[in-house]
């Protein structure tokens, strides 16, 4: 068999025919605390230290809908992330920072849309046009069902959504990648490093099949797909992951979805390292297990990359967290070797026969979830749950220094610096609420009628209407908040897939 070559289908050696050597990957660091300033002045710290992108982290009641003066709302205000409740919020965040030269990641879900519409009208109102913006939108809602929890609606109602936006952001916003399918987050949950990819590609099918219902054509929304993976510690074993993905989706989009553009079969990349990785104690040797992380997303080629600070294991990062958590990027990039070669590990045998066990094991569970009828279909039913916790339960996690309950002296004055400039300065406020009586209820009577509801949506943010408020007109007539799925079942017979990864991870 003729060896993998950087750029050319199925991209299983890297997207692009140079590799890192002419183009490096866009480094990010997740962002959110609390108040807007905060989290503005933290966006201007990172791109004084070199920072390429944005990715901003929003606090709980922001991900379901809930103005922060919303009953239920108080104790989770501000914290993990920033607090959004009106467009004034959100162009706090960006003050003085150009919209239309910074890439922007929004790790927003449930409320993507109405995230997407405030984007908007920030935009406009900062003079840039919309159609200028760069960035992601996570919107990734099936993940939600599977791994996260953090939906609003139920989950027919909540995937149409998440089409609304892709439709609106292929048709209107050419720089934007509308969605970030996951299967990082689900590996997060516990499942196994095949179960990760198979649970994103299969997504990937789930949401072409809805688009291509409304008449989109797969090369016109498939080249705005992006892919969020994380890596683990097995440092081959992760490089290799991405590589395998690549390739099965490229194979997969053009025998099932009939893709012909070259970019409609490329998967992009965006990698998180696993802050299930992370252990509170000890601390500082978290940097050694980020490193090694993020040296397994950069040997498998990947686009975009956030690494977890050193203190995220027990609180929002620090300023000296993030910053080091940047720094190992940049060391990778400047002070090693890794971007001399376009591919360092092709060629290797021990990365081929990786490879191809993966690919094994993940085409088992894609048949799987196909023979159940695609993703949707499995978390209706509950089965892929259950699998997903099934394997949580032999993770052992980090092992190295988490029974030394006592941390040196150092290690406690640093982190007790680290949780005081990190603590959420948010106060639980109230929120005005203008009355935007009609466009309201255009957002209601698109949402019940079936229209995409994201040009009512920005018209509604124009007229200054809050998530919650916009939340509650998106919601359909029989919903409740967090609607019930059927309850998880059993899945049948020969329910486990023996994998090797699973007694190693």
């Keep these: 068999m003729n060896a993998p070559v950087p750029g050319e289908f199925p991209y299983e050696a890297g997207l692009h025919p140079t590799g890192y050597t002419t183009r490096r990957w866009t480094m990010r660091q997740l962002a959110g605390l609390g108040e807007a300033s905060s989290t503005n002045e933290r966006f201007r710290y990172l791109l004084g230290m070199g920072e390429t992108g944005l990715s901003l982290a929003f606090d709980l009641p922001t991900q379901l809908g809930m103005d922060p003066d919303t009953p239920g709302a108080e104790n989770e205000v501000g914290q993990v992330g920033v607090s959004i409740a009106t467009v004034e919020d959100l162009a706090a965040v960006f003050a003085g920072i150009p919209l239309d030269k910074v890439s922007v990641s929004f790790t927003i879900n449930a409320t993507a849309p109405i995230l997407l519409a405030m984007w908007i009208v920030v935009a ?65 949950a516990g499942c196994s490093r095949a179960l990760e990819v198979a649970c994103a590609i299969a997504d990937a099918d789930e949401y072409l099949r809805g688009l291509t219902a409304r008449g989109l054509p797969v090369d016109e929304v498939a080249p705005s797909f992006s892919f969020i993976f994380g890596t683990h510690m097995e440092l081959l074993a992760e490089a290799s992951k991405f590589r395998v993905a690549r390739r099965m989706y490229a194979k997969r989009m053009r025998s099932r979805w009939g893709a012909t553009q070259r970019r409609s079969t490329q998967m992009r990349i965006q990698v998180n390292t696993f802050g299930s990785a992370l252990a509170y104690q000890e601390p500082l040797n978290n940097v050694a297990r980020s490193t090694i992380q993020a040296l397994a997303a950069v040997l498998g080629g990947i686009q975009s990359l956030h690494v977890c600070s050193f203190d995220e294991a027990h609180q929002t990062p620090g300023s000296l967290g993030a910053r080091i958590a940047l720094r190992v990027q940049q060391i990778l990039a400047e002070e090693t070797d890794l971007c001399r070669y376009k591919d360092p590990l092709g060629g290797s045998l021990a990365i081929e026969q990786i490879c191809d066990e993966l690919e094994g094991e993940v085409g088992r569970w894609l048949a799987r979830i196909d023979e159940g009828g695609g993703m949707l279909q499995a978390i209706r039913d509950g089965w892929l749950e259950g699998e997903v916790e099934n394997i949580a339960y032999g993770d052992p996690g980090p092992r190295v220094g988490v029974h030394d309950t006592i941390a040196s002296a150092n290690e406690d004055e640093l982190l007790r610096r680290e949780r005081k400039s990190a603590k959420a300065t948010t106060r639980l406020r109230a929120v005005e609420r203008r009355p935007c009586t009609a466009e309201l209820a255009r957002v209601r009577e698109d949402a019940l009628a079936g229209r995409n509801v994201m040009p009512a949506l920005v018209e509604a943010v124009r007229a200054r209407a809050t998530v919650g408020q916009l939340t509650e007109a998106l919601r359909p007539e029989s919903s409740t908040h967090h609607d019930a799925r059927r309850p998880r079942r059993t899945s049948p017979a020969n329910s486990t897939i023996p994998t090797q990864e699973e007694h190693s991870r």
């Design 124 to 188: 406009e109102e900062s003079g840039v046009d919309p159609a200028k913006l760069r960035g992601t939108l996570q919107n990734e809602i099936l993940k939600e069902f599977l791994a996260r929890k953090a939906f609003i609606y139920d989950v027919d109602t909540s995937f149409r959504y998440s089409l609304d936006l892709i439709e609106y952001c292929v048709r209107t916003l050419p720089h934007v990648n509308p969605i970030s399918i996951s299967g990082g987050h689900v590996r997060e």
